[in-house]
T-cell receptor, first 110, second 113 residues
Framework: GQNIDQPTEMTATEGAIVQINCTYQTSGFNGLFWYQQHAGEAPTFLSYNVLDGLEEKGRFSSFLSRSKGYSYLLLKELQMKDSASYLCAVLTDSWGKLQFGAGTQVVVTP | SQTIHQWPATLVQPVGSPLSLECTVEGTSNPNLYWYRQAAGRGLQLLFYSVGIGQISSEVPQNLSASRPQDRQFILSSKKLLLSDSGFYLC????????????FGSGTRLTVV
């Protein structure tokens, strides 16, 4: 079966840094995605990792270790608008079947 | 540019009534299309995917069905809704890997009463 685990909720202060961890055990691996989802809205793409290492995109960075089945999303200089659910998703087939974790609700406080 | 449209945005239906949710994609041809459901506080569950007209694969057994009558149209249906069918339904189009993965429609909030 597919198993993708991430914490349920994290709280951080505006301007701080938060790291959301994701561990996975899946039947196949062709890449890992992070999505942001605000309440009542569709998920939007944040990052994609297929090789080990760190990918940086502005305030957001994502890391992957395939040997450990582990990824994290790093959010820097937190802003109130970053309060949302962050979804870790693994591409288990070469052509596009994404399996999602349950999401991590990040709450940013003033 | 590619866009994905999904409707309706919200729906309240009684138990036992039928369902039809529609998704259309513009600006691309022969897309891979997906239907996901998100129950309250849960992750996205893949329901159906389609790699072409008339080609439907089901991920989980349930009383829902999907059809793809045209290249850029994907429909989710049910003959008789159950309370457990309530949730947030999302249609997705598979974009270029590494450039965004899925592009999601705006979603349909279905409440079965």
């Amino acid at each position: 079966g597919q198993n993708i685990d991430q914490p349920t909720e994290m709280t951080a202060t505006e301007g701080a840094i938060v790291q959301i961890n994701c561990t996975y055990q899946t039947s196949g691996f062709n890449g890992l995605f992070w999505y942001q989802q605000h309440a009542g809205e569709a998920p939007t793409f944040l990052s994609y990792n297929v090789l080990d290492g760190l990918e940086e995109k502005g305030r957001f960075s994502s890391f992957l270790s395939r040997s450990k089945g582990y990824s994290y999303l790093l959010l820097k200089e937190l802003q109130m608008k970053d309060s949302a659910s962050y979804l870790c998703a693994v591409l288990t087939d070469s052509w596009g079947k994404l399996q999602f974790g349950a999401g991590t609700q990040v709450v940013v406080t003033p | 540019s590619q866009t994905i449209h999904q409707w309706p945005a919200t729906l309240v239906q009684p138990v036992g009534s039928p369902l039809s949710l529609e998704c259309t994609v513009e600006g691309t041809s022969n897309p891979n299309l997906y239907w996901y459901r998100q129950a309250a506080g849960r992750g996205l569950q893949l329901l159906f995917y389609s790699v072409g007209i008339g080609q439907i694969s089901s991920e989980v057994p349930q009383n829902l069905s999907a059809s793809r009558p045209q290249d850029r149209q994907f429909i989710l249906s049910s003959k008789k809704l159950l309370l457990s069918d309530s949730g947030f339904y999302l249609c997705a189009w598979e974009g270029l890997q590494g450039e965004g993965g899925y592009t999601f429609g705006s979603g349909t909030r279905l409440t079965v009463v």
